[in-house]
């Protein structure tokens, strides 16, 4: 259990539950089956009845391989589900640092970097790794662009092939700490964490050579544990990063929120407002991404509103309906 990152928190949680059992962590998800620990568990009825479902890195409590209860969580790595569902997704669960990995070949997009960014939210520190010093001599001038506009959050070049610059990783991998790896397909994720764990556990693939995109080669999530005791977290590759909160969007843009300070009024929008401190020190297009994330963002807030206001009706909506059935005299 130790080698889970099983710590005091999660003990004294434990603790306060009245469901008897043995508290484990969630190492993997099979669509239903968790395996927990290396035990093959399912989800209790109640639970399921809930809407409770764990995640990678969850803590919970077996008893006769059924979780009887999931933990408070710590923290968590979440977004907006994709496609038109209103719904929060939880990437993974109890996570101390997110490394963000993006290639240094054609794959690099500070706008895509931007928004990977503001996930790393409520105590998760991103650290922004660039892969594939290898096959790009940009590597340095990149660098220096993710530490301007992104001042605060760590960043690293690395090569996951040759093994070049991985001591930049060390702080972040002390023993029980949970890292989750996010990144789109082909920055070299499975690579990175197969050199990490000194094997090749994880299958790779190669990118497409006309346009550097990836193919997914992780379909699932994977809490794996390093030599050094350290967790790892293996996600599939992101097509899609839709933001589910503004949690994450402060410390994304800290130069934009920084600056905002000295704003004249305290709802400074950054566009045609006099005594702005943001417009005309922050380049146009950290601009313009931190605008189109905030409407995005003001859009996101309308759904979920909406979609609140459409559960708190439900319960009404059924006993008119039931009472209409009652005066036709239906059963």
């Excluded at 977004?79 to 640092?97: P, S």
């Excluded at 506009?149 to 070049?157: D, E, Q, S």
């Excluded at 977290?233 to 990063?241: H, K, S």
């Excluded at 709802?267 to 991404?289: F, I, M, Y």
């Amino acid at each position: 259990m130790q080698s889970l990152g099983y710590i005091g928190f999660f003990a004294q949680a434990f603790q306060e539950l009245s469901i008897e059992g043995t508290p484990g962590r969630v190492v993997s998800d099979h669509g239903g089956a968790y395996l927990v620990d290396e035990q093959l568990t399912t989800v209790s009825g109640r639970l399921r009845h809930a809407g409770t479902q764990p995640v990678v890195g969850d803590w919970v409590v077996v008893r006769d391989t059924i979780i009887q209860a999931v933990l408070p969580r710590r923290t968590e790595l979440r977004r907006a589900a994709a496609g038109r569902r209103t719904e929060v997704q939880v990437l993974a669960a109890n996570v101390d640092t997110a490394f963000v990995v993006m290639g240094l070949d054609d794959n690099f997009n500070l706008r895509r970097l931007d928004r990977f960014l503001t996930l790393a939210q409520g105590g998760i520190q991103p650290v922004v790794v660039l892969n594939k010093t290898d096959v790009s001599a940009e590597g340095e001038s990149r660098q220096a662009l993710v530490r301007q506009l992104h001042p605060t959050a760590p960043c690293g070049r690395i090569s996951a092939v040759t093994g070049d610059g991985l001591d930049f990783l060390v702080p972040w991998l002390a023993p029980a700490q949970t890292v989750a790896v996010i990144g789109s397909s082909g920055v070299g994720k499975s690579t990175l964490i197969n050199r990490l764990l000194g094997e090749d556990r994880l299958r790779t693939q190669a990118v497409r050579a006309t346009d550097a995109h990836g193919r997914h080669t992780t379909t699932h999530r994977e809490l794996l544990t390093l030599p050094g005791g350290a967790l790892l977290i293996d996600t599939p590759g992101l097509r899609e990063v839709q933001l589910w909160d503004d949690a994450g969007l402060d410390d994304a843009f800290s130069t934009v929120t920084n600056l905002s300070q000295a704003c004249r009024f305290r709802d400074c929008r950054h566009d045609k407002e006099p005594g702005c401190a943001v417009r005309g020190q922050v380049a146009d297009d950290e601009l313009r991404t931190f605008h189109k994330l905030r409407r995005e963002l003001r859009h996101q807030a309308s759904r979920q509103d909406g979609r609140i206001r459409l559960e708190e009706k439900r319960p009404v909506r059924l006993i008119h309906r039931a009472q209409q059935r009652k005066y036709r005299g239906e059963p």
